[in-house]
Every structure is written in structure tokens, then in C-alpha cells.
């Protein structure tokens, strides 16, 4: 077999990183041994995480044995965040994790294509065209290409009936890919990457009926996939649960359903089937020439499989092995050949790992590296040498039983060693997708480790290689044992904050708001006496610079702040930068990215960097009040803009709402879909709407329409699906004398440009005429609505339901949001 051949189907292989090395009993070696006579593939395609029929997953992948992947379009960047306030790249970091996860349990692999999820869309067209139809069509055809998928599967139809523009695009996508796989006219350079076209049997629409959205019909083929896995010990409905549970920051957790369950498929292309999905689909080694040999191997092996000694199979199963290497190259005889060395290793007993104490592999620094082996079941197995960069030693040592092999070894951190950053992030993005240079990343859920140790072994005299991840590992107090990644880094992280800075609020009284702003930079090395500057750049130009010596610790953090108002040249440009300087012996080097890391309990830390700034806001902002209260919603960020304009801000939780707490308090704002996460606000109306009797003013930021209550305002309104995505859709003043358009900030069309992602959501109907609704808004193509925003007197104060995004305009530093929100917590007392 060609060299070329194996790198490229290496590529197939995502690498699903998980935090601790799996181990497999004796049914899960047997479970293995029978699928190496399963040569079938699905491929299911939907537009988000969380999108994926976990229990057809699993069916296909735990039941069925076939290769199965779910390739998800994006990686759910423009979601809501429900354990935490990361939104954007950061929470699609966070989600691609959680799919990895997912598919940990429910046996599946992970893909996706370059399409960012930049929240709600409509239609496909709107879709698309964000995305670039040509762009994303050929991230699906690559994966297909590469997957040789059978059969593949959409979750949702091509149509408006899919609800949601990404939804209905990712079909059409998969149906057009279905087709352009298999044309050698098209994506011709993929070519010389080593694909083929490929030609999927049929492709299926996975129909169903959750909601009020029922789709499926008698007239279309179904299976029962609620069949109950004694190896495994549960059925697919309890794998899938545990699987989609996993989407913890969408708040899936799912109940572990038991007994029959259907699905629903209707073809959407390809050969008529009568009798299944893989209807003239050979998935036995019959469609591999010199296959039938094969398969009658692998049947003895399974026949004479000894679940009390496993390591009775290891002859048996490097002879197949040899078998396999001798027959020619093909997708199968890899895959198998795969699966064949995994088998050996779980027989053998063979426990291999390569880990580090460090957490991080610092540029320049070195890096403790503990090989450890043991082989843990009474066959022949000699360690013969490990690779890893340039450390390549030469062992020849037999391995003895249940004894453990430790080799340790210094590893210096080249300078040329690349630093650690999710692919798709290298380079900056374009409207709809990330810019991905190479063509052999896309598709991959996430990048290969930063180091990969071969471990060359001797299995009865047949050579066998294993790769493994050089990981971090730890004993926490509490947790116990630990994995997590490693990530190469720089010595020094720069960072510079707030990421939002306000030059001209004026405050009703009191003295305007003079931000402080914070330059750090943080150290991953040790290093005596070190020279170092650190400068604030507004442009090109430094307006701060600090020179001093540090002696350098790991961890330790080196502060300067400087007032905005000292520093900030109003004719320059509106973002500062921060670079640190360090000259060590006979040079400088030059830092100016900060290193952020994101830590769940579900997931493996992530870490990435990024140019941290601060932008400068000029606009005026005029504030009245000062004292804000506000409820913890669903993760968001809106706080720590409310605090930049100079108020006060206090969290609130339940034992917070009382109504003497809350008479200190200019307004209570209610975070994003807060009535949709605390049942105990339900027994808080009434102190609410006490408050705002007495003057205060009450905001409610959006919700979805799985409230605890419907009870939200002192006077009837609900809340419905209406939201308009276009974010330059023109907005138009209804009621221009209302306060909220004028006290004390003006509000003119300005105020409304330059906004992101979307303009509102969930907006308020059926209302009360007790409120008044001074906006009108609507997409292109549809009616106005004036629920964005609705307010309405009660008492001397005022209730607000706000379906505008504050929650993403704020962060994105969009002045005219400033200004909006901040006429909503000075709407006047009522007499």
C-alpha cells in the first residue's frame, strides 16, 4: 500500500479527544470483534449541535455496527449559553466539545464544514447566502468524499416546514452534495488530495414529531430502534438520553426512554429500497475482492473468542492482521486494519499512555514526558521504541505481565513548535464561514494533539504501532485522577480590560465615570530580573507605556492601569492594543495575544488566544438612577456593560427578592430568559409588581415560550415567535414622544446601526391596552411587529418586555444600545 494512500486515510479518523483513556472489557472486545465484519456507513447531516437523532446514532453505530457520523454544519456559535456567559466562537468551542462527548456514548464520529452559526435564520436563501452556497457545498461533498458514506440521513426536510433558515439550508445542502459527490465535474481540486468521487446508495429525510410539528406518515418506511443491547446492558432510548444530556450548556439533559421506538424516513434521493436504509448496500467483506477469506477469519475468531482470556485471540488476530496488509489499498481493508490493532491492544491488555505534569507546553521551556506501559494480560508483547519529534529511542525490551514500564524523558518546547489554537480560528473569518487554509482540516472536529507518541511494539514478532496524545495529567483532591489536553503556548499572555470602554457618559449628578484601564500580562516561565514593556497602542501609536523588571514566575500576574481619560486620543482610533515586550540576552521578543481558557466538568478545558483590546466607545450616554439589581438569567454579559456606564449593579437570586431589598434598587432588569430557567420567580410576582407600584422600574430581557409562568407583566400579554434576524432592518419610531426615545438620551435611526446579528426576538403579542409599544420593526417580506419592545405604566413605576438583543449589542460595544437601555432605567415615575 502507498504511503500516500495511508496519510490520507488517516485523515478519516477524527481524533475525539476524550479526558481520561478509554478501557474496554471483555463485551466490549467482543462487540468489537463482530463489527470488523460490518462494512456499511451512515452519514447524518444536520445545521447544529444538538440537532443529531442520538438514538438513531446509536442504533446504527451500537446495533447495526456500521461506521456512523453526524456531520453538523456549525458548531452552534450563535446559541444562548445556559451554565455560563461565553457566547460566539467561545460558546461554539464549548458546544464542539459537548458534541464530542455525545458521540463518547452513543459510538458515533463527529464532522463539520466551516458555516458559522450566526443565530436565527429564516430561510434557506438568507441562509446561504451568509454562509456562501459554493463554499459550504463543498465542505459537505469533501466529508462525504472522504467518509464513503452508504447512506445518508438529513434531519430536517428541504422546505419551510424545517422552521429555522439553517435547518432547511443543511438539507438542501446534503441533497445537492449527495449528487455533486459523485460528479467528477465538480470540486475538482479535491482531487489531488487523494479523494474520489463518491456515489451514497440513497439519501433519506429522518422525518418526526415533536412540538406541534408532526411530519411523518403512515405511508413512510420505518424502523424500531428501541431495542434493548444486553452486552451494553441498556437499550438505544438510554444510550441516546446519556448522549444527548451531554448538551448541557443548551440545557438538553433528556429523560432515558425504554420500549418500542420509530422512526420515520422518506427517500429524498437515490435507488428505491423495500426492506431497509441499506437495501443493496453489501456490507459484508463480500464487497471487498478477497474478502470472503476475511470473513470467515474473523468468524473463527469470534466462534473461539474466551471472554475469561482474551489474550487466547491475539494469534489469531495478528494473523488477520498480515491477511489484512496483504490485500490491496482500499477504504475498508484501513478501516478494518484499524479496528484490528485497537482489538490486539484490548486483548493484550495493554494499557499505554503518554502524560505530562505540566498543564502546558511553554515556547522555549521543557516538558517532562512519562511513557507508561503495562501489559496487563499473559502474551508476547516487547516494546521495540518510541517516537515522538525528535526523540526517537530504540528499546527491545519484552514486556513481563501486570508490570509497569516508566521512561521519562525532557523534552525541550521548540521555538518553531506552532502554539495551540483551534484550526478554524487561525485566520480571521469571512461573513458566514471560517477561513480554513487547508483542506485537509475541514471536516475535523477539532485539532490533532499538540504531541502524538508512537509506541512501536513487537506482538508475537509482528509489528504493531500505536498512536497516543501526550496529555496533562493531574490528581485533584476532590475528582481524583485527571486528563486534560495539552496545548502549546507562549511565555507571556497579554491582556487589556474592560473589552469595553465609555468616554462620554454623563451621569444625572455625580462625577462622569472616568474607566480605569488594566494592562496585564501573565507568566509561564521563570526567569530572574527580566527587562520587560508593556505599551497600550491606539493605532500605531503608543499612549501608555510602562518599563520596569519582574522576576518572572509561572502564574504570577504583573498589573499597570491608567485612567481612560489620561491616555485616550480623541482624534485616533478607537481601539487600544496592548503588546509586551521582553528582551532576554541579546534579543526581544515581542507577545500580544492573551491566552483564554474556558473550564466545564463535562468537557476538557479549552484553551485558545486571542489580540485582547479594549474598544472605545465616544458616543454620549446620558444615565439617570444609579442602583440596578439584576436577575441572573441564562449566561450573558449585559452586567458588566451596566457597570461601565457607572451604575451599581447587584446580582439577585432568589432570597435576594424581597421587597425591602429591592427599594434600594432605580430599576430590576430580569436576564435573558430568566423566566424561562427559575421556577421560584413564579412566587416573586407579587413583590415585583410591588416594586414597580412604588416607583421602580421593572425590565424583563427575552424569553423563550417555555416559561414558568405566563405571568410576567401586571397586565396580560404573551410571548410569541416573532423576531427580526436582519439586523439593518429599518426600524420605526411609532410613539416618537414615548420617554423611552427621548429621556434622556435622543434616540434617532443612528442609534440602530451597526447592530449584530440580529435586531429582536420572542417578541410580546396579544397585549394589554395598557401597553404601549413604540417601536415597529419586521424582515424583509413580512409584516411589521411592534412587540420588540413594550412598556406600560403601573403605579408610579413602569414594566418593560424587551425583545431587543441587548444581550449581543452590548458586548459588541454598539453605542446606540448603551443609550437605549439606559433611557429604559430612567423611564420616569408616574404620577
Not at 489536553?485 to 507562549?490: C, E, R, S, T
Request: charged content about 20%; proline content about 5%.
Amino acid at each position: 500500500m502507498s504511503k500516500f494512500f495511508w496519510a490520507l486515510v488517516l485523515l478519516i479518523s477524527i481524533n475525539t479527544r476524550a479526558q481520561a483513556p478509554a478501557t474496554y472489557n471483555s463485551d466490549d472486545i467482543y462487540t468489537q470483534l463482530k463489527k470488523l465484519n460490518v462494512l456499511g456507513s451512515v452519514l447524518y447531516i444536520a445545521a447544529h449541535p444538538d440537532d443529531e437523532n442520538t438514538r438513531l446514532l446509536a442504533y446504527f453505530s451500537k446495533e447495526k455496527q456500521y461506521r456512523t457520523g453526524y456531520l453538523s454544519l456549525t458548531r452552534g456559535d450563535g446559541g444562548q449559553n445556559l451554565i455560563g456567559d461565553e457566547q460566539g466562537i467561545e460558546l461554539g468551542m464549548i458546544r464542539t466539545q459537548e458534541l464530542l462527548a455525545a458521540r463518547r456514548i452513543d459510538g458515533a464520529e463527529q464532522f463539520f464544514s466551516t458555516a458559522i452559526d450566526f443565530g436565527f435564520s429564516k430561510n434557506a436563501a438568507e441562509a446561504l447566502s451568509f454562509w456562501n452556497h459554493d463554499k459550504i457545498l463543498s465542505d459537505v461533498v469533501w466529508v462525504i468524499r472522504k467518509f464513503h458514506p452508504d447512506v445518508i440521513i438529513t434531519r430536517f426536510p428541504g422546505d419551510a416546514r424545517a422552521g429555522h433558515g439553517h435547518h432547511w439550508a443543511s438539507a438542501l445542502l446534503a441533497n445537492e452534495a449527495f449528487t455533486a459527490a459523485a460528479d467528477s465535474t465538480k470540486f475538482t481540486d479535491q482531487f489531488a488530495l487523494g479523494v474520489k468521487p463518491w456515489q451514497a446508495k440513497r439519501i433519506f429525510w429522518n422525518t418526526y414529531n415533536f412540538g406541534s410539528n408532526n411530519t411523518t406518515s403512515g405511508d413512510q418506511f420505518t424502523m424500531d430502534i428501541g431495542g434493548f443491547n444486553p452486552l451494553l446492558g441498556k437499550s438505544y432510548g438510554e444510550i441516546a438520553a446519556e448522549s444527548r444530556s451531554q448538551h448541557k450548556s443548551q440545557g438538553f439533559g433528556a429523560t432515558k426512554q425504554r420500549g418500542q421506538s420509530l422512526e420515520y424516513f422518506k427517500l429524498t434521493g437515490g435507488a428505491p429500497f423495500k426492506d431497509g436504509l441499506m437495501d443493496g448496500v453489501n456490507t459484508t467483506w463480500e464487497r471487498v475482492p478477497g474478502g470472503n477469506t476475511i470473513e470467515t477469519t474473523i468468524n473463527a475468531i469470534i466462534s473461539h473468542y474466551n471472554f475469561e482470556h482474551p489474550e487466547y485471540s491475539v494469534d489469531s488476530l495478528v494473523a488477520l492482521h498480515k491477511a489484512l496488509a496483504a490485500m490491496p489499498a482500499s477504504y475498508w481493508v484501513y478501516k478494518k486494519m484499524d479496528e484490528v490493532s485497537n482489538i490486539i491492544v484490548a486483548c493484550s491488555g495493554l494499557f499505554i499512555e503518554a502524560t505530562t505534569n505540566k498543564p502546558f507546553a511553554v515556547i522555549g521551556d521543557t516538558l517532562p514526558i512519562q511513557f507508561f506501559i503495562d501489559k496487563r494480560n499473559n502474551n508476547s508483547v516487547s516494546l521495540t521504541s518510541i517516537q515522538l519529534d525528535n526523540f526517537d529511542t530504540t528499546i527491545s525490551r519484552p514486556l513481563a505481565t501486570n508490570t509497569n514500564v516508566n521512561i521519562i524523558k525532557q523534552l525541550p518546547v521548540a521555538q518553531s513548535k506552532p502554539l495551540s489554537q483551534p484550526y478554524w480560528l487561525v485566520n480571521p473569518s469571512q461573513k458566514g464561514y471560517f477561513e480554513v487554509a487547508d483542506q485537509q482540516l475541514i471536516g475535523k472536529a477539532e485539532n490533532n494533539a499538540a504531541y502524538e507518541v508512537t509506541f512501536h511494539f513487537l506482538v508475537n514478532g509482528y509489528p504493531l504501532q500505536i498512536t497516543k496524545p501526550v496529555q496533562y495529567k493531574f490528581t485533584d483532591a476532590i475528582k481524583g485522577e485527571q486528563y486534560e489536553p495539552l496545548v502549546v503556548i507562549a511565555p507571556f499572555s497579554v491582556a487589556a480590560t474592560p473589552g469595553i470602554a465609555l468616554l462620554n457618559v454623563h451621569p444625572e449628578s455625580g462625577k462622569a465615570p472616568d474607566p480605569l484601564l488594566k494592562f496585564t500580562f501573565k507568566s509561564y516561565i521563570n526567569a530572574a530580573t527580566l527587562p520587560v514593556t508593556i505599551s497600550a497602542l491606539q493605532g500605531n501609536k503608543a499612549v501608555y507605556k510602562k518599563d520596569t523588571v519582574v522576576n518572572a514566575e509561572v502564574g504570577k500576574e504583573y498589573s499597570f492601569s491608567e485612567s481612560l481619560s489620561k491616555l485616550y486620543n480623541k482624534t485616533g482610533d478607537n481601539i487600544i492594543n496592548t503588546v509586551l515586550d521582553v528582551r532576554m540576552k541579546n534579543s526581544t521578543a515581542h507577545y500580544d495575544r492573551y491566552l483564554r481558557s474556558i473550564h466545564y466538568d463535562h468537557i476538557p478545558d479549552i484553551h485558545y488566544t486571542l489580540h485582547d483590546n479594549i474598544r472605545v466607545i465616544t458616543e454620549d450616554i446620558k444615565t439617570r438612577g444609579k442602583h440596578i439589581g439584576y436577575i441572573v438569567g441564562a449566561g450573558d454579559k449585559v452586567p458588566q456593560a451596566l457597570e461601565q456606564m457607572g451604575y451599581d449593579v447587584k446580582l439577585l437570586g432568589e432570597n435576594d427578592i424581597t421587597a425591602a431589598n429591592l427599594a434600594q434598587f432605580d430599576a430590576v432588569i430580569a436576564g435573558v430568559r430568566a423566566y424561562n430557567l427559575h421556577e421560584w420567580l413564579v412566587a416573586k410576582y407579587d413583590i415585583l409588581m410591588s416594586y414597580i407600584q412604588q416607583g421602580g422600574n421593572y425590565i424583563v430581557q427575552y424569553n423563550q415560550l417555555d416559561l414558568v409562568t405566563n405571568t410576567i407583566g401586571p397586565y396580560p400579554f404573551t410571548i410569541g415567535r416573532t423576531r427580526v434576524t436582519d439586523e439593518n432592518a429599518e426600524v420605526h419610531f411609532l410613539l416618537p414622544s414615548s420617554p423611552v426615545l427621548n429621556y434622556p438620551n435622543k434616540i434617532t435611526a443612528k442609534d440602530f446601526e451597526g447592530w449584530v446579528q440580529e435586531r429582536s426576538t420572542y417578541h410580546a403579542q396579544n397585549m394589554d391596552a395598557h401597553y404601549t409599544a413604540p417601536l415597529g420593526m419586521h424582515d424583509p417580506d413580512e409584516a411589521e411587529s411592534n412587540g420588540g419592545l413594550i412598556i406600560a405604566p403601573y403605579g408610579k413605576g413602569n414594566f418593560v418586555y424587551d425583545g431587543l438583543v441587548f444581550f449581543r449589542e452590548l458586548p459588541a460595544g454598539i453605542a446606540g444600545a448603551y443609550r437605549l437601555i439606559a433611557n429604559l432605567i430612567a423611564l420616569p415615575q408616574n404620577k
